[in-house]
């Protein structure tokens, strides 16, 4: 009965590699098509010869047990570190901790500074509770009455320009309260749960676990087909045909797809015209990660640093030795940072040539305060789709797409963070590849309901 089975895996990320791999395990061999020459999506490791680095610094952190599961039986325990979190915001040359803390952003920035902070946190909670009104506008005003204007301005407002490229009045707020934490005003500290203090983080990289879910299902009879984009898919009579980039069509009795979803909205010729535009308003940023390896050891002791000021022209900065060692060459003693550009994906600067990055990137190092040290290592990676941008239209064309999806074709099921177009973690790309698979099996379950309530967020942390 299995053997009848043919189902097509668009994409090798961790959605479309986790649904594989569910797949073999059920008896079952997939097609799986990956348009780039690697798997491993958005958390591939690129590596030249002993450097290897992380695209977007990925912590590996899960509420699931199945997803927990299955990263342990891909990843031996010795490949497997446990990493110290600690973020912080670099504002006027002073690292100030983040999630901020109410003594730090009161101290750090001068006592005149701190108490004007402090002067515009009270007028805000002051005007907030006598006026309790419903859900803030956008992300400025939910800013605002959060943290005060003051410390709204100094910390938010400009990062979050960066990395939406966008007005932070036009930014839907439904996210923030989910991602960003508030003030700890606590005066003596209590420790969070050991656990929410450190994360796991693989060895070489998060690649290094695709890597080895690559291996697994050639193991289980599965190779990626590599280089091969899909660009048109329909059904017929309960068959799927799906057209590759070289013009050859595939089939198979189910699609499972990784692909953004306004891709594969694009590629579903039939899709009534309301459903094309509600795809056309889906937007995403693109990702610029700049990799440079500074010959002298500079100890900056947190694992990412936040840019918000005008000084520099990158959001974040990753440090790459205080993730892994073996991110390096071994014995390396100097500094390996990664600098993050958050970049419209049909932008110039996506397209930028290696000298106009280089210059970029070095007054970034200049604003840093390395500007002394030796540049040995450069490595540059563009990823196109890197967040699916959360506007004020986003719900409801999503929403839009989802509904006729379901209705029209049960056995299309989009997954991951791109094909659903919404803000998942690795663990919430491969929730909603695990209940595909399981919904193709015949079980009842929503893979639309992934990363949906509360459950699924881990408070606290100022992700993108
Ligand atoms: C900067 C940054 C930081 C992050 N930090 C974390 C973190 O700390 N922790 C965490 O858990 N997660 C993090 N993530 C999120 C994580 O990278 C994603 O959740 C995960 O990669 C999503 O997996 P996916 O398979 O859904 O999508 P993707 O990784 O995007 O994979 C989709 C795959 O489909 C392929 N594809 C697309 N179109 C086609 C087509 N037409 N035909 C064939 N193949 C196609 C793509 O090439 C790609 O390989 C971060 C992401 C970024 C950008």
């Known amino acids: 009965m299995e053997s009848r089975r043919s189902p097509i895996v668009i994409g090798a990320g961790p959605a479309g590699l986790t649904a594989a791999l569910r797949l073999a395990q059920r008896g079952v061999t997939p097609r799986l098509l990956e348009a780039t020459g690697h798997v491993g999506g958005l958390a591939r490791t690129p590596r030249s010869g002993d450097w290897c680095i992380d695209p977007g610094g990925h912590r590996f ?36 901790e983040y999630p901020l803390v109410g003594r730090d952003i009161v101290t750090k920035l001068g006592i005149g500074r701190g108490l004007r902070g402090l002067s515009s946190f009270a007028l805000w909670r002051m005007l907030r509770s006598t006026s309790p009104g419903g859900q803030p506008a956008n992300f400025e005003e939910w800013g605002v009455h959060e943290f005060g204007r003051y410390w709204y301005t100094t910390f938010f407002d400009g990062y979050v320009r960066k990395t939406w490229l966008a007005d932070p009045a036009e930014l839907a707020s439904d996210w923030a309260n989910q991602r960003i934490k508030p003030i700890d005003w606590a005066v003596r500290r209590t420790r969070r749960h050991p656990s929410e203090d450190v994360f796991r983080y693989p060895r070489r990289g998060p690649g290094q676990l695709w890597d080895a879910a690559g291996a697994a299902l050639v ?71 700049v990799a440079v390896a500074l010959s002298d050891h500079h100890e900056i002791p947190f694992n990412w640093v936040y840019t918000p000021g005008g000084e520099f022209s990158c959001g974040r900065i990753q440090n790459y ?37 280089s210059e970029i990137v070095e007054a970034d190092i200049r604003a840093l305060g390395l500007g002394a040290s030796r540049i040995e290592q450069v490595m540059v990676l563009r990823s196109q789709c890197a967040y699916p941008v959360y506007d004020p239209v986003r719900e409801r064309s999503v929403g839009r797409i989802r509904d006729y999806l379901r209705r029209r074709y049960p056995t299309l099921h989009p997954m991951g963070r791109n094909g659903m177009h919404r803000y998942d973690n690795q663990d919430h790309a491969m929730m909603s590849a695990m209940q595909s698979v399981a919904k193709y099996f015949g079980e009842e379950v929503d893979p639309w309901q992934v990363n949906v309530g509360r459950d699924h967020h881990e408070t606290g942390v100022l992700r993108r």
Do not use: C
Request: proline share 6%.
């Open 61 to 96: 952190f899960t509420k699931s047990e199945e997803v927990m599961d299955l990263w342990n039986a891909l990843l031996p325990p010795d490949q497997w570190l446990s990493v110290p979190r600690s973020s912080a915001m670099l504002v006027d040359g002073e690292y100030v």
């Open 219 to 289: 193991d289980a009879g599965v190779t990626p087909t590599l280089n091969t984009r899909v660009v048109r898919l329909w059904e017929h009579g309960g068959t799927w045909y799906v057209e590759l980039h070289g013009g050859e069509v595939i089939k198979g009795d189910a699609v499972f797809s990784s692909m953004p979803l306004q891709s594969l909205v694009k590629a579903l010729p039939e899709a009534p015209r309301k459903v094309h535009v509600a795809a056309s308003t889906l937007r995403h940023r693109g990702l610029i990660t």
């Open 321 to 357: 030795g205080r993730w892994s060692e073996d991110l390096h060459p071994a014995g390396w003693g100097g500094t390996f940072l990664g600098f993050e550009y958050f970049v419209r994906p049909d932008g110039d600067l996506m397209a930028a040539d290696e000298s106009s990055l």
